[in-house]
């Protein structure tokens, strides 16, 4: 049993490493590319302004998911479907305004790209 858990631990480890390889290489490809959205000084100011507002979120929160159905944070929600449009595109080797900068600020909150198609249930409703 050990050695079959460790070899399930290894393995996770391997498929982690190779994704961030991956994405490490979609970024560098993306960097090449003369047709790859340059963020200027304008929109850098607005994508930091709900940079923050997304730590708040967290902060208060515990998470980076931002409920959809929440009035007050419409806009911010919206931000957050961008952020994962604009990986998906650079993962895909597309047209992007993601940067490195932008994707490790995200990750370092433990942005979540891939959202679950089920809400979470609330502690109380477990």
């Known amino acids: 049993l050990k050695a ?3 070899k399930a631990k ?5 498929v982690k490493r190779k994704a961030h390889e991956d994405l490490k290489d979609a970024i560098k490809e993306a960097k090449g590319r003369k047709r790859q959205k340059t963020p200027g000084n304008k929109h ?3 994508w930091h302004t709900r940079y923050e507002e ?3 979120y967290k902060d208060k929160h515990g998470h980076c998911n ?3 159905n929440d009035a007050d944070c419409k806009d911010l929600w919206q931000w957050c479907q ?3 449009t604009n990986y998906s595109n650079l993962v895909k080797g597309q047209e992007t ?3 490195s900068e932008r994707l490790k600020l995200l990750n370092a909150l433990r942005f979540q790209w891939v959202r679950n198609k089920t809400p979470a249930l609330k ?3 477990r």
């Open 123 to 125: 502690w109380e409703e």
């Open 4 to 6: 079959m858990l460790k």
């Open 44 to 46: 850098d100011a607005k």
């Open 97 to 99: 305004s993601m940067t």
């Open 82 to 84: 961008t952020q994962r």
């Open 10 to 14: 290894d393995s996770t480890k391997e």
């Open 66 to 68: 931002v409920d959809k």
């Open 54 to 56: 997304l730590k708040a």
